[in-house]
């Protein structure tokens, strides 16, 4: 029977889902079961290589540590690849993308506004970032990353959306003994010449935006009054019930209640789908996932300690964790949309803040509307 | 690592900066200036110096940082001291403590007056916070309706923070004053400054405030041996419940974890910021604070100075 067959279908394709498979194209009903499943993005990416090395088994001597602490000194010692030539800097236009930063969240505090009012931001220092590679999108697309990346969108193969788009670079933070990682790691590290990184980053950039390897990167990278966009892990709250995990509304602390304050109550369906569908919400681990908070106020950047002061308390994860920060892409906060903020014609630095650049910023830099502690009380008469 | 060598009072695991019952120590004229000595003198009197700016962490409680390890960090607790300097030199933030009467001045839009300034006048009943978020409530009575206003005290819309009267009560907080009749925490609002003679110790007012009668906003009685500011007329609220109230107090039941606190050294360490660091921090701020009262000081003595009448 039709109904019957269309359901096994149904039921088969679910079951792929629950292995995290790749979907296949050519079932349309998929969309409406696969919605009921709310996934949770919580692992590295495939392609991150193995990054730590095993614990060595046998004590290294004294000599031994010396001659190797003398390798890598002379092996990163100096400045990063002066014999490359200088690649050429691209020019803002609307719709360019550049790079971002990995920055470490330092803390929380109040800054205020001209007006009386109180903003909490989030203090994001932006530690020791270099560009570690540039990657065209013909080399990414080809290699066997790409070709995993490859899901087929149902509008066709045709409709390519980020034509624009030639590339990522990829981006690192906090320089490390090289002999915690794999050779295969640090070998990521021979393009731009730099130690290896702690921490990685990818971003897909315009032409325009590329910015050579080896590049340092700092809080000036960014203007204050831009909005950014911040990618993190968020804050392990262990198991919870089905109240903080999904937002149900429990049921009655009193009037008779039986055992059920905090419960999900209904769980399956009746006759015909007798059964609990795939995604129903229960209680299960919250926190830990990946997740963007977009469009985030820059208000102020201290530029002697790289440290930029966003938005709001909610930057994804504790104190001593690595972001990536970068531009919004929500349009109402875009470069071209910034009219109240006169930047109207992009970033100020584009792609990024070079050292004759960065030499002439003054220690600290607001936004036009926040209040400098160096200026006197606010007085609010006309 | 020495912990701190004051000793929590028991049950009060409302307050999370260790703070010691009330202690005798004398106001910011205390900061005593630098001279020129030679260098043995110096490092006895670098000693002496160290230990005298240790009394800091009274005089401006807020530049010591949150101790819960999780929140600190170095580069973020530095910078946000480097604001609260600044805004320092920009008003004078005195030294005060919770019962002192304080007048507050602050830039308000929905202010009557053109200038758009309000002014307001109380007891400060808590104090608390850490960094540029440290805070203070004041308590008033006015036309017979109690008011309280919590300010934070490095908010640039503050315009003025007068001292009125400086002193310091038998508790650390006076939330039983709610609780209490309204003499007890009225302050007039055309009350003048009273400026205590340099070197005084600050004063200790140990009144006892007799607390209404029942309702209260908070169980009193059973906190009747953490604070010794109020007393109680009928510890019971009826004759019946005399009974299993004396035996609830009689075996120390305010909850079996605050007989524990008293005797719990690794709680107190875990809540206070380590000496070194303080001393660290005051090495950071004490100079430029020391150099703001002084200037400060210069500022007060030139307005009370009183020019002598001419004489006939």
Redesign the interface.
């Known amino acids: 029977m039709l109904g019957a067959s269309t359901e096994l279908l149904a039921v088969r394709s679910l079951g792929k889902l629950l292995h995290l498979e790749v979907l296949s194209s050519g079932l349309h009903t998929t969309s409406s079961l696969e919605s009921r499943i709310k996934r949770v993005n919580r692992h590295k990416p495939f392609w991150h290589i193995r990054k730590l090395n095993k614990a060595i088994d046998e004590p290294i001597t004294e000599e031994n540590q010396i001659f190797i602490q003398d390798y890598i000194d002379r092996k990163y010692n100096g400045p990063l690849r002066e014999e490359f030539t200088p690649w050429a800097k691209g020019e803002w236009k609307e719709g360019s993308r550049r790079p971002g930063v990995l920055a470490v969240k330092i803390g929380v505090h109040p800054i205020w506004l001209k007006n009386g009012k109180q903003v909490i931001t989030t203090l994001l220092q932006v530690q020791d970032n270099h560009v570690i590679k540039y990657t065209p999108r013909t080399n990414f697309e080809d290699s066997y990353v790409g070709q995993k990346f490859n899901i087929a969108s149902f509008t066709g193969n045709n409709n390519k959306k980020s034509e624009s788009l030639t590339g990522f670079v990829t981006v690192g933070a906090i320089s490390t003994d090289p002999q915690k990682y794999t050779k295969g790691y640090c070998g990521l590290f021979t393009d731009s010449g730099v130690m290896p990184k702690r921490h990685l980053a990818r971003f897909p950039v315009t032409d325009n935006g590329v910015i050579q390897p080896g590049t340092p990167l700092t809080a000036a990278h960014f203007t204050p009054g831009q909005f950014v966009d911040v990618y993190g892990r968020t804050q392990e709250r262990g198991f919870q019930g089905v109240m903080k995990r999904w937002g149900f509304a429990g049921m009655p602390a009193t009037h008779g209640t039986t055992k059920s304050h905090r419960r999900a109550g209904h769980v399956g369906s009746g006759c015909d789908k007798s059964r609990i569908w795939p995604g129903q919400k229960m209680p299960g681990w919250v926190g830990g996932n990946y997740t963007w908070m977009r469009g985030l106020r820059i208000w102020r950047i201290n530029y002697a300690e790289n440290v930029l002061y966003v938005t709001g308390t909610a930057v994804q994860g504790d104190v001593g964790s690595v972001v990536q920060i970068c531009d919004t892409k929500l349009n109402a906060k875009k470069w071209e949309n910034l009219k109240k903020e006169n930047l109207t014609s992009g970033p100020r630095f584009f792609p990024t803040a070079y050292e004759d650049q960065l030499k002439e910023l003054p220690e600290e830099e607001y936004y036009s509307v926040v209040h400098d502690f160096k200026s006197p009380s606010i007085s609010l008469s006309p | 690592m020495m912990a701190c060598r004051l000793t929590c009072l028991a049950g009060q695991g409302l307050r999370r900066v260790c703070s010691g019952s009330v202690r005798q120590f004398a106001s910011t004229s205390y900061l005593r200036t630098q001279q020129t000595e030679s260098e043995e003198d110096r490092s006895v009197n670098q000693e002496q110096h160290d230990l005298s700016r240790r009394d800091f962490r009274y005089i401006f409680p807020e530049f010591l940082p949150d101790p819960k390890p999780?929140?600190?960090?170095k580069?973020?607790?530095r910078?946000?001291r480097k604001?609260m300097l600044?805004?320092r030199?920009?008003?004078e933030i005195p030294e005060f403590y919770v019962g002192s009467s304080l007048a507050v001045t602050v830039?308000?839009?929905n202010s009557p007056n053109?200038?758009?300034?309000s002014r307001f006048v109380g007891i400060c009943i808590d104090r608390g916070g850490t960094?540029?978020?440290a805070w203070f409530t004041l308590r008033n009575v006015v036309e017979g309706q109690g008011v309280e206003f919590m300010y934070?005290m490095?908010?640039?819309?503050?315009?003025k923070i007068e001292v009125l009267r400086l002193e310091q009560r038998l508790d650390e907080e006076l939330y039983y004053l709610r609780d209490a009749p309204a003499e007890y925490s009225t302050v007039p609002f055309d009350m003048e400054a009273e400026i205590l003679p340099e070197g005084s110790p600050v004063p200790v007012n140990d009144t006892v405030v007799p607390l209404n009668s029942r309702p209260w906003t908070r169980k009193w009685e059973r906190y009747a041996m953490i604070y010794s500011g109020y007393s109680i007329e009928n510890p019971f609220p009826t004759p019946g419940k005399v009974r299993r109230q004396m035996r609830w107090m009689a075996e120390g039941n305010q909850g079996w974890q605050l007989q524990t606190l008293k005797y719990d050294l690794m709680r107190d360490y875990r809540n206070t910021v380590p000496m070194e660091e303080q001393d660290q921090i005051w090495e950071e701020v004490g100079d430029q604070l020391e150099s703001r009262d002084k200037q400060m000081r210069r500022v007060a003595a030139k307005r009370a100075f009183v020019r002598p009448s001419k004489r006939i």
Do not use: A, F
């Open positions: 999780e929140w600190r960090n580069v973020r607790e910078l946000e604001d600044q805004r030199e920009q008003i830039s308000d839009e053109p200038n758009k300034i960094g540029l978020r934070q490095y908010n640039p819309s503050i315009v």
